[in-house]
């Protein structure tokens, strides 16, 4: 059994850039493709990225899409979500998620067998 840590959130102000790690332990998620989500109170979860196992391919949502930036270090097994231009509507809880596949399509198309962080949260103060 694996597990998916998150960690760098933090409060920040509006205009500010952090970056995000999920960093991994137990089972290597060296194949596998992994994704970061958020989730703003009252509201779904929200996809943002997924980068493929080799770190050759990434694939954004909609919501954050030119303000992010989402890489791994595959010798640290560790990946990252750099965010920039932070809006006070960026607070959340942001997640990450490993897939089974090592594709953004499998990470995509298979929901059911991600396995998930606990997440950390992210407030932007305006």
């Known amino acids: 059994q694996g597990q998916l840590v998150e960690s760098g959130g933090g409060l920040v102000q509006a205009g500010d850039s952090l970056r995000l790690s999920c960093s991994t332990s137990?089972?290597?998620?060296?194949?596998?493709?992994m994704g970061w989500f958020r989730q703003a109170p009252g509201k779904q979860r929200e996809f943002l990225g997924v980068?493929?196992?080799?770190?050759?391919?990434?694939y954004y949502g909609d919501s954050m899409r030119g303000r992010l930036t989402i890489s791994r270090d595959i010798a640290k097994n560790t990946v990252y979500l750099q965010m920039n231009s932070l809006k006070p509507e960026d607070t959340a809880v942001y997640y990450c998620?490993?897939?089974?596949?090592?594709?953004?399509?499998?990470?995509?198309?298979?929901?059911?067998?991600?396995?998930w962080g606990q997440g950390t949260q992210v407030t932007v103060s305006s």
């Open positions: 137990g089972r290597t998620f060296s194949r596998s493709a």
């Open positions: 998620a490993a897939s089974e596949g090592g594709s953004t399509t499998d990470f995509i198309q298979a929901p059911a067998k991600r396995s």
């Open positions: 980068i493929n196992w080799s770190a050759s391919s990434t």
